[in-house]
């Protein structure tokens, strides 16, 4: 396994450039959000966390509760999706031109989320907003358009390592992979919050790297026969692509001989 590279502080990127009143009310809602759900909270409780007494302020600086969780996703997702890319551009380097392996795509998924997690001094709510926004499927749907490129480079990159896997399975294990490396994350961040100084990062290390370990044995974890059996059923009523044949399947040795 590579060794994990070890967090630094962050820059403010010009995606984190909102001052003032603005920012006030982001950082409100983020853990709003993150405490009660997206569509849970109401505006009153953002602004009263924000400290502003002015009723009308959310509605001036951001208009809808759409454009607040715009607002959050511009100043985190940005920069984190940043540095994913940038994982993905060196591990692509290093490949020359083999497709990646699940370790190396799963370590590009989940370490830009450990970077921004220990990079920050306060307490942070960001992983906890996320699994409150993945509740709320069409806003998800709808803003992971805007900024979870990224991810996306990890599920085509997932598609090139396992052309033999049909396509369903992979998206499905990857739909798996985002919610295990969301609520993983999502608690370390809590237990931070929590414990304050006594969080103990060396513990929270182990955490990372198992949560990475995992979610790569899950996606080469080799179909079961009752997988196999379901998906040649699928195939004979629906008409599949071919790929999903079961002996190609075995062929490409990710299953029993039947």
């Given amino acids: 396994m590579a060794a994990a590279r070890k967090p630094t502080r962050r820059k403010k990127s010009k995606a984190e450039e909102i001052s003032g009143t603005k920012l006030e009310l982001t950082l409100a809602a983020e853990k709003v959000f993150a405490m009660n759900g997206v569509q849970g909270a109401s505006l009153r409780q953002i602004r009263e966390e924000a400290g502003q007494k002015n009723e009308s302020a959310i509605h001036y600086y951001f208009g809808s509760r759409e454009a607040i969780i ?50 920050t001094q306060e307490p942070g709510y960001y992983l906890r907003f996320l699994v409150q926004l993945r509740m709320e499927r069409s806003t998800w749907l709808h803003f992971n358009e805007m900024y979870g490129a990224g991810m996306e480079k990890c599920l085509d990159a997932l598609k090139e390592a396992k052309p033999y896997l049909p396509k369903a399975i992979v998206e499905q294990r990857f739909l798996s992979m985002l919610f295990m490396h969301t609520n ?12 304050g100084e006594s969080f103990r990062r060396e513990e929270a290390w182990i955490r ?16 079961s026969p009752e997988t196999l059996k379901a998906i040649r059923g699928a195939s004979e009523l629906y008409d599949l692509p071919s790929y999903t044949d079961i002996a190609m399947i075995q062929k490409a040795g990710t299953g029993d001989d039947q």
Avoid: V, W
């Avoid at 551009?89 to 020359?96: G, I, K, L, M, V």
């Avoid at 190396?104 to 830009?112: E, T």
């Avoid at 993983?184 to 414990?195: C, L, P």
């Avoid at 979610?215 to 179909?223: E, I, K, T």
């Fill in 70 to 119: 715009e607002s959050i996703l511009a100043m985190r997702s940005k920069p984190i999706d940043a540095d994913r890319h940038a994982m993905f551009e060196e591990a692509r380097r290093q490949a020359a031109g083999k497709p990646l392996s699940t370790e190396q795509i799963m370590r590009c998924g989940m370490m830009p989320l450990a970077r921004y997690l220990f990079g």
């Fill in 184 to 195: 993983g994350m999502a608690t370390i961040e809590r237990i931070q919050s929590e414990k």
């Fill in 208 to 223: 990372i790297e198992d949560i990475i370990a995992c979610s790569a044995a899950m996606y080469d974890a080799p179909l």
